[in-house]
């Protein structure tokens, strides 16, 4: 066994004072919104504020197991708020905050529906906000509002430090329920401490040790609210005693260019993003742009948390190939947030693989060749099973489940769909994969969800929005789903049944759903298809079959009675 | 500067659309296709060219090309 896996700590508190311990010169450091400036703590220092911000959430009155949400930008502020929480014994709820542009209303009434269904006393978030639950009569929100400054203002209590198990609950991670309702994912200490620890043995492998023996630094953009950020980047350098660089994740978006800088000023360092971020500094960091950048540190590209897209690897070993990158430091990974992140890695450090399709099998993700994700990390074992439950062999598709450590501790107060998602101890993920000697490749999705930016968006939310505008909502005369559109990865498609011929009027309805869905959800429909009643594929039950719908608008089979719209 | 002049260009550009088909009343996702990356790249531009810092407060407050409009509009 490898000597630093078995010198673990048992629990997050355990972690972040052993770091301060043994790494006294190594810390964190945040970037403003901007990514300018950056302001830097040692991992004593997030320890202390930590414990202060324990003391903080005692003085409110917050007890142990109790929700609390942080919804703020990436800041000291989240990183105070969520692990004081934690320390306090509360349970921490990340939720994204709001939309960089427009949609303030729809954030609002996210963040009333999530303090009710979870119960939390208080959520760290802006003033605008409560004052925007106010105007909108969202109680729930507007009673559980603590600010930044408020939070800050609370003079910590004293209070006695629980001592968790390591089979405790350390925080719930937000992720999309099949309905459509967020569910919170609940996650014990020693799958939090085991993955982070496995994830970084396993990126190490091609290195000869951990990330503390080769790196001297993560480099990241992703949000602390995001099961890759949190636990791929933030516990697992902690736990590794690496410095951890980080810029929020509008700052990357708005300039990926500065990301790229720092990530060849901080000595040997790895990074995990999803597929979107790295074909975004192929677009946007232009030929001109590249010019005195030095990517030759980079020890490890991850690459997860959406598909591995065979192209965007090729177009960025060909973009920053003459700046010093070299392909064999991608590496595909895959990972949920139900399996508290990482299920498999590459572990060769060869560049990514691919294979074609097995048989006549077609991808939902328009791709002939799929990429090797890699084998199972510690303690983890996966299988392809067949609907009836039993195990494929090599080469055939079925659907990717999952034992191990990571494996979560069921939803919060979501008896039904724990029991959906757990079958006979095993994760059952939704994904649809194969295994190839020993390593996994996945190739499209069981579940109804869309994954854009690497964020996970459930169909049910699209339909709804383009029913209340035609309808009010319920009707099942609409069905979402994403199409592969080149290397960006995928976009949103919505069908909607209507009894209307008038292109006028269809034009003037399509544009009230396309403005709903943007302003609710933030997402721009690539494609909005209208049909004839009846024509979406249904179950005798009256569900829609967005698979099915989906492959006859892919066939080209869907009527639409809007052929002038694109 | 002619304010209204630089948004237009700056939105016309992200959403790949011709400068004088763009109106005040067209929303930013819907109607222009501007996903989150692009959202943070147009706030960018219009913060760099423009000279001014925009709090996320009056960001989520922008749904519709008027709305930029009406915020640099209320700071003259």
Known sequence: ?566 | MDVKKSVLEIVSSLSERDAGQITPDMDLVGDLGIDSPKALQLLLELEERLEVEISDEDAAKMNTVGDILDYFASRA
């Not at chain 1, 508190?13 to 301060?20: F, I, K, N, T, V």
């Open chain 1, 1 to 566: 066994m490898n000597p630093w896996l078995s010198d673990l700590p048992a629990t997050v508190p355990e972690a972040l004072e052993r770091a301060g311990r043994a790494f006294p010169d190594r810390g964190m450091a945040i970037f403003d919104s901007r990514g300018r400036k950056y302001e830097r703590r040692t991992w004593t220092e997030v320890h202390q504020g930590a414990v202060q911000a324990a003391g903080r959430w005692a003085a409110l009155g917050v007890s142990p197991g109790q929700p609390v949400m942080i919804s703020v930008p990436t800041s000291w502020t989240w990183v105070d708020a969520w692990l004081g929480a934690l320390m306090r014994g509360a349970l921490p709820v990340a939720v994204a905050p709001g939309a960089a542009m427009g949609a303030a209303e729809a954030h609002v009434r996210k963040v009333d529906t999530l303090v009710e269904r979870l119960g939390a006393k208080y959520v760290v978030t802006s003033e605008a906000l409560r004052r925007d639950a106010q105007a909108l009569g969202a109680d729930h929100a507007a009673g559980a509002v603590l600010t930044p400054a408020e939070l800050a203002g609370t003079t910590p209590a004293t209070f006695s430090a629980p001592t968790p198990g390591v089979d405790d609950i350390a925080f719930l991670q937000l992720t999309s329920g099949s309905t459509g309702m967020p569910l919170a994912v609940q996650i014990p200490h020693r799958s939090a401490i085991h993955n982070a620890a496995a994830t970084d043995e396993a990126i190490g492998a091609p290195h000869g040790g951990p990330s503390a023996v080769w790196a001297d630094s993560l480099v990241a953009w992703l949000p602390l609210h995001h099961d890759m950020g949190l636990i791929g980047c933030f516990f697992l350098s902690m736990l590794a005693g690496i410095d951890f660089w980080l810029f929020p994740p509008t700052a990357f978006l708005a300039r990926p260019r500065t990301w790229l800088d720092h990530l060849g000023s901080h000595g040997k360092s790895f990074v995990p993003a999803p597929n979107f971020g790295y074909q975004l500094c192929v677009e946007r960091v232009t030929e001109n742009d590249r010019e005195g950048l030095d990517l030759s540190s980079w020890g490890s590209a991850m690459t997860g948390a959406e598909m591995v897209r065979p192209e965007t690897i090729d177009a960025f070993c060909e973009a920053f190939g003459p700046v010093g990158f070299r392909r064999e430091v991608f590496r595909p990974c895959y990972g949920l947030a139900e399996a508290t992140l990482t299920v498999a890695v590459d572990l060769t450090g060869n560049g990514p693989r691919t294979r074609s399709l097995p048989g006549s099998a077609g991808s939902d993700f328009g791709l002939s060749e799929v990429v090797c994700v890699g084998s199972a990390i510690r303690d983890t074992e996966i299988q392809v099973v067949a609907p009836d439950g039993s195990e494929l062999p090599d080469g055939e598709i079925g659907e990717v489940r999952v034992a191990g450590p990571g494996v979560f501790a069921g939803y919060y107060n979501a008896p039904e769909a724990s029991a959906e998602a757990l079958k006979e101890g095993r994760l059952a993920t939704g994904d649809l994969g194969f295994m190839w000697q020993g390593e996994l490749y996945l190739t499209g999705r069981i579940k109804d969800v869309l994954i854009l930016h690497g964020h996970n968006i459930m169909p049910h939310e699209l339909e709804w929005q383009a029913e209340s505008v035609t309808d009010g909502g319920g009707s099942m005369r609409t069905g979402a789903f994403s199409v592969a559109r080149g290397p960006q990865g995928e976009e949103a498609v919505v069908v909607v049944e209507t009894n209307d011929r008038d292109a006028d009027k269809l034009n003037e309805l399509g544009r009230e759903i396309r403005n709903r869905i943007g302003r609710n959800l933030s997402i721009p429909v690539a494609d909005l298809v209208f049909v004839r009643r009846g024509q979406i594929p249904k179950t005798t039950s009256g569900k829609v079959q967005r698979r099915a719908l989906k492959a006859q608008y892919l066939e080209g089979q869907l009527q639409r009675l809007d052929p002038s719209q694109d």
